[in-house]
Every structure is written in structure tokens, then in C-alpha cells.
């Protein structure tokens, strides 16, 4: 399955919505006016588009009809995709690389949304392009984390420190670092243990691991990824400015983007956090996982024209 066929398949809930609405909306035929504009923008927060960026492209779409650029309903879905195509850069998507060293890039998220698994998606992708990955079970709280991960260490191939359940986490990140380091592998991936930005006492421990690797590898961690649950759409959002406020996130993987996804919250993301999606994961598999590509995300959220 192509990426294409992969992403037009998670966005599936999102993409009916759209195309019901959009085909009312813009039927052949219809003028531009202000109860159109009005509607589109109705259609397109159904489709789980944060307002901020709904009534953006409303203001856009306004000033290109009043000023002759648009003049017929069926030239409003290209102007959309390419406006929401262009909100990504493409720099800010690559993974950060270490200049020298290992590259440390942490794993956070709350219980449920994925972080485990994605984390060995990730490990799969790196190992499949040549890199040598090692990665830190640094969540010790739950002794299922800690098996779940070994098992996906030993599918992957890679190389897995951990200490026993109720371990301090940042001893395991930085026996992780040191392994890495002497090991000489190009990539540390270090998982955490699920929390909530509300447990104060689970956010601390979490700048205590920065700090721990910070002082093992200088600048590290170079990548700290937040994973988030598609299916819960703006809900994703607010997690993803609570975690912001209290680590310095550098991206977002997507997980769950499996046929039940919320997709229009992706646009929210980037819109008003600021923060890049950097991966998606499109099944079950350690294997389902691709580097986010806007054009064809839009292809496949929005209907064919």
C-alpha cells in the first residue's frame, strides 16, 4: 500500500465529512458569496480543523474572490489545499542529527496513545535505513512497558537497556546514554513512562531524565517527540499545548492513524503550536510507520476534486 492509499485509509472519518459537506457546498454551479464562505467554514470544523485556521483560510478565500482571483466554486478546493499544503516547511520535519555522537531523541505521551509501540516503529524505520539503534526502557513504572519494549527490541533487532520495574527511570537513561556511547550506535531512543501534564511529580522526573542524558551527551536530547492519539482529535491539541508548556517538544508523532482518525486536529497542531508532525503510524505492524508528507496528506484528507 502506498503512502497515499495509507493516509486516504486513516483519514477516512475525516474525509467523509469533508466530502459530504464540500459536495453540498460546492456543488457545480453555485455562485461565491458570503453564506458559501460561511458554510465551508462550517464543513471544514466538522472535519475536526481548529477555528484558528478554518477562519484564516475563510479571510484568505474572501480577499482572493473579492479581488478576481477566484471567480468559480470548484477553484475554492485547489486554493485550499494548496494553502494548508503550505503551511509545512520542509526542513523542520527532518530529525535533528547529533554533529558528533549519538543523536538522543525522548519519547513522551500519555498512557494510551501509542508511545510504546510507536517508539518501536521508529526503531524499525532507523535500523531499516542503515542507522544503529539502541533504545532506554525508561519506563519503569509498569512492568508491561518494560516487556513490551524487549519484545519489540528483539523483532527489530536492536538493542535494548533496562533495569527492573520501579527502577529510577534516569538511571535507566543514563545507563542507556553510556551504552550508547560505548556501544557506538547512532541513535539512543529513549522511552518514558506515560503522564499527564497535571502529575507535577511525573513531569519533574521527566526534566530529571533531560537533565541526566544533558550531562552524558552535551545537547542532548536533540529530539524530544511527543506521541499523540489521532482518533481524539482536538483533544490532541490540548494535550499537545500542555506538554509544550512544560518540555521543549520538537515534534509529534502521530499514532493511530488507522481508519478512526480525527485528522483535521494535524493542521491544528501545526497552526497554533507550532510543532512539526514528524512521523505517523498506520497500523498494528512495527512497520506501519512513514515520515509525514503534507501534499499527500492533503490529497488524501480533502475530497478529489
Known sequence: MGLFDAFKRGLSKTRDKLVAGMRRVLAFGRKIDE?????????????????????????ELRAAWKAGKIREAQEILPFLKQRVTEMWATGDR????????????????????GK???????????????????????????????????????????????????????????????????????????????????QDHLM???????????????????????????????????????FAQCVPVTGVFLAKLDGSARGGAVVSIRDELDIPVKFVGLGEGYDDIEKFDPATFVEAMFPEE
Not at 533496562?162 to 551504552?179: I, R, T, Y
Open 94 to 113: 527532518e530529525i535533528k542529527w547529533a554533529p558528533e555522537g549519538p543523536t538522543v531523541i525522548l519519547i513522551v505521551g500519555i498512557n494510551g496513545s
Open 204 to 242: 519533574k522526573e521527566l526534566d530529571k531524565i533531560k537533565r541526566v542524558i544533558s550531562r552524558k551527551i552535551p545537547n542532548a536530547p536533540h529530539e524530544t517527540i511527543l506521541v499523540l492519539d489521532a482518533t481524539i482529535g482536538q483533544n490532541a491539541v490540548n494535550q499537545a499545548r500542555m
Open 35 to 59: 453564506e458559501l464562505l460561511e458554510e465551508l467554514a462550517d464543513t471544514m470544523l466538522a472535519g475536526d480543523m481548529g477555528p484558528k485556521r478554518v477562519y484564516m483560510l475563510q479571510d
Open 116 to 198: 510504546t509501540t510507536s517508539v518501536a516503529k521508529l526503531a524499525q524505520k532507523l535500523t531499516n535505513e542503515g542507522k544503529k539503534v539502541l533504545l532506554g526502557a525508561c519506563d519503569t513504572f509498569r512492568a508491561a512497558a518494560i516487556e513490551q519494549l524487549t519484545i519489540w527490541a528483539q523483532r527489530c533487532g536492536v538493542e535494548i537497556v533496562k533495569h527492573q520495574h520501579g527502577s529510577d527511570p534516569s538511571a535507566v537513561a543514563f545507563d542507556a546514554c553510556e551504552a550508547g556511547v560505548a556501544r557506538g550506535v547512532d541513535v539512543i531512543l529513549i522511552d518514558t513512562a506515560g503522564r499527564l501534564h497535571t
